[in-house]
Nanobody
Framework: QVQLVESGGGLVQPGGSLRLSCAASGGTVNRYDMAWFRQGPGKEREFVSAIRGNGGYTYYSDSVKGRFTISRDNAKNTAYLQMNSLKSEDTAVYYC???????????????????WGQGTQVSVSS
């Protein structure tokens, strides 16, 4: 059973940066796809970014492309989300998720992820 723990959230001013971390335990996640989702106030959970377990290809939502960067360090069993040029609309609880053995076409679907972290709050405000 894989456990995921997010860290790195906080309060930041518009235009600022944060780096979220997602540490996995209970198993090696080298072959797992790792993803970030977020849920803003009064909104549904939405896909932010994902990185494939094989090859490390990355995917982003249109709203964060060019501002956020996902990466992973397999030696540390950890995934990261570097968030730059933050906007107020990025305010949300950010969740890390992982999956294995799923097809690429569903990489943006939260229903396909088996393991989830507890979430970390990101607030962007002046």
């Amino acid at each position: 059973q894989v456990q995921l723990v997010e860290s790195g959230g906080g309060l930041v001013q518009p235009g600022g940066s944060l780096r979220l971390s997602c540490a996995a335990s209970g198993g090696t996640v080298n072959r797992y796809d790792m993803a970030w989702f977020r849920q803003g106030p009064g909104k549904e959970r939405e896909f932010v970014s994902a990185i494939r377990g094989n090859g490390g290809y990355t995917y982003y939502s249109d709203s964060v492309k060019g501002r956020f960067t996902i990466s992973r360090d397999n030696a540390k069993n950890t995934a990261y989300l570097q968030m730059n040029s933050l906007k107020s609309e990025d305010t949300a609880v950010y969740y890390c998720a992982s999956r294995i053995g799923k097809i690429l076409s569903t990489i943006r679907s939260s229903n396909d992820y088996m393991y989830w972290g507890q979430g970390t709050q990101v607030s962007v405000s002046s």
